[in-house]
């Protein structure tokens, strides 16, 4: 059973950090691109970072210069490191992975629980 568990949301003032962590765990052949999305209420799900299994990166406006992922590829997880945090980053935080089950197979796409990021004073 394949599942990526998410840990490191939580209550930050504005201005502060937080990082995040995914790791995904079960039986798998190989981990392609892994990434967050986030969700605000009456929103919706949109892509925050992603990462490749060769370490290309890409980013949106909102959190570009803010945010960096990067993945620990031995450890089969990926982190966010959230920096500057605004009000406006307040969301559900999803971690998603493209996992290669069984070798010359399809990549499968999985998603984490999610956890709440909460930026107020």
């Known amino acids: 059973q394949v599942q990526l568990v998410e840990s490191g949301g939580g209550l930050v003032q504005p201005g502060g950090s937080l990082r995040l962590s995914c790791a995904a765990s079960?039986?798998?052949?190989?981990?392609?691109?892994m990434g967050w999305y986030r969700q605000a209420p009456g929103k919706q799900r949109e892509l925050v970072a992603a990462?490749?299994?060769?370490?290309?990166?890409n980013y949106a406006d909102s959190v570009e210069g803010r945010f960096t992922i990067s993945r620990d590829n031995a450890k089969n997880t990926v982190y966010l490191q959230m920096n500057s945090l605004k009000p406006e980053d307040t969301a559900v935080y999803y971690c998603?992975?493209?996992?290669?089950?069984?070798?010359?197979?399809?990549?499968?796409?999985?998603w984490g629980q999610g956890t709440q990021v909460t930026v107020s004073s």
């Open positions: 079960g039986s798998f052949f190989s981990i392609n691109a």
């Open positions: 990462i490749t299994s060769g370490g290309s990166t």
């Open positions: 998603n992975a493209a996992l290669v089950l069984l070798l010359f197979r399809a990549p499968s796409v999985y």
